[in-house]
């Protein structure tokens, strides 16, 4: 049996309560491709507040960057709220990656195999990009394939203006490959 694997790269819009299945009656409702007596077969592998992932992040940079600062108008209160409010940078990148389509998965025993490829797909993603912190990560088996969708910070340092470790998907991705 052949599959293609799909790999979606998001815009940086996101929907976690869509990923997390933490939905409202009303949003359940325009997600009717969603079957919910087989939401219990999700495999969630990170659930992570974007919050908190920031501040470990770039918490120590932000004190260095703003103990540097002569002029309070320089200083930035929080990096989120800043990145947030950015028309340049997205405060978070997602990928969905699917195995194969709706014709190769006609049994339900069929999603292991497919949710087999798609955690071994997440750990070498996690190995081969240091740079992309993942915050959230979960496998969809409650809808017509299995697939998984993928958020994360592409995080980036040595930078000699503003703070020394930056949110850039670009530079993220140079700095794990020079090569690029």
Known sequence: MSMSVSLK???????????NRTMSDKD????????????HENVYLVQKDLKELYQEEFGEALENYNAKQKRNDRKIDDYFKHIQSSKKTALQQEMIVQVGDLYDFPMRKDYEKGNEILLEWFEDFE?????????????HNDEATPHMHLNFVPVASGYKRGLEKQVSFDRAIIQQDPAL
Do not use: C, F, M, Q
């Not at 359940?28 to 939401?39: A, C, G, Q």
């Not at 190995?127 to 496998?139: C, D, F, Q, S, T």
């Open 9 to 19: 790269k998001a815009t940086n819009k996101t929907n976690i309560k869509h990923n």
């Open 127 to 139: 190995k081969r990009n240091p740079n992309l912190k993942v915050y959230n990560a979960v496998i």
């Open 28 to 39: 359940k409702e325009r997600n009717s491709h969603i079957d919910e007596s087989r939401s």
